[in-house]
T-cell receptor
Framework: AQTVTQSQPEMSVQEAETVTLSCTYD???????LFWYKQPPSRQMILVIR??????QNATENRFSVNFQKAAKSFSLKISDSQLGDAAMYFC??????????FGAGTRLTVKP | DADVTQTPRNRITKTGKRIMLECSQT?????MYWYRQDPGLGLRLIYY???????NKGEISDGYSVSRQAQAKFSLSLESAIPNQTALYFC?????????????????FGEGSRLTVL
């Protein structure tokens, strides 16, 4: 079964600085999707960014970007120019086509003013 | 209105009581899921359904049952609640049909139901 590992239970960053959250996964499949979801204190699950495994180019969404290393099975999230509103729990997730989504344990990000 | 609606948002109950969490969606998706979130464990899949006639167990289905009453409705039941079922529960939907042209793979979540079993 596919597993997703987030090795950083907690991270902190100074406002306006850059932070990188780590994620690794285990799979034998070649076609899949990777995601980062954000969960603020409101507990809503918000999609931050998505990466298709067949695309070599790293996904970018405004201040959020990923470093996707398929051979290493690594999918890190970089947040640039961190803002107070970025403080949340971040979940890395894996999904193969037509199957369910598997989540990591999460990383709690604190943003210091 | 939210595309995926869960009721109740919060519930406190006692050990041994029967509890039902309900989920309805207006996204027209075939696939619906129930996840459980616990601190330090992330979200774990309880049950999922690919259509009204297709129900599948997830990784932690013991102590739970589900009903897919219609394409838009998927309920989770705890027949006899116990304290270690205290958690945040999420319903989610997805549409991964290639024919739809929208192979995004994304799950769309409800706002969560926090259940406390005393």
């Amino acid at each position: 079964a596919q597993t997703v590992t987030q090795s950083q239970p907690e991270m902190s960053v100074q406002e306006a600085e850059t932070v990188t959250l780590s994620c690794t996964y285990d799979t034998s499949e070649s076609d899949y999707y990777l995601f980062w979801y954000k969960q603020p204190p409101s507990r809503q699950m918000i999609l931050v960014i998505r990466q298709e495994a067949y695309k070599q180019q790293n996904a970018t969404e405004n201040r959020f970007s990923v470093n996707f290393q398929k051979a290493a099975k690594s999918f890190s999230l970089k947040i640039s120019d961190s803002q107070l509103g970025d403080a949340a729990m971040y979940f890395c997730a894996y999904r193969s086509p037509y199957n369910d989504m598997r989540f990591g344990a999460g990383t709690r990000l604190t943003v210091k003013p | 209105d939210a595309d995926v609606t869960q009721t109740p948002r919060n519930r406190i109950t006692k050990t041994g009581k029967r509890i039902m969490l309900e989920c309805s969606q207006t996204k027209g998706h075939d696939r619906m899921y129930w996840y459980r979130q616990d601190p330090g464990l992330g979200l774990r899949l309880i049950y999922y359904s690919f259509d009204v006639k297709d129900i599948n167990k997830g990784e932690i289905s013991d102590g739970y049952s589900v009903s897919r009453q219609a394409q838009a409705k998927f309920s989770l039941s705890l027949e006899s609640a116990i304290p270690n079922q205290t958690a945040l529960y999420f319903c989610a939907t997805s549409d991964l049909r290639v024919s739809s042209g929208s192979r995004t793979g994304e799950l769309f979540f409800g706002e969560g139901s926090r259940l406390t079993v005393l």
